[in-house]
């Protein structure tokens, strides 16, 4: 028998209480204030120094809301799984 292989999951669903919201590992959130969401093909942020490894990906809401200064190609690969997993996604709760 042969070994399976991992799944990758692009979406992974989180519960706060009653809130529910949702990440992807196909983006990750550095420390900056501004312009903290990078791709996953991003290694680091050349702003603050932190690299992908020791940060925590991205919350889907927050991906879609900054899309439009994204990698478009991870952005439509994003919104064709959430239109399945997600589509009606919880804002971020607090």
């Known amino acids: 028998m042969s070994p399976s292989k991992p799944r990758l999951v692009l979406i992974e669903q989180h519960n706060i209480g009653r809130d529910i919201f949702y990440t992807t590992p196909l983006f990750w ?3 900056c204030e501004e312009g903290y969401i990078h791709s996953c093909l991003d290694e680091g942020c050349s702003v603050c120094g932190v690299t992908q490894d020791e940060s925590p990906n991205a919350r889907v ?8 200064t994204l990698n478009d190609k991870l952005i439509a690969a994003l919104e064709m799984v959430c239109d399945r997993v997600c589509p009606d996604l919880v804002s971020i709760p607090f």
């Open 29 to 31: 959130d550095c420390e």
């Open 61 to 68: 809401d927050e991906v879609l809301c900054y899309s439009s």
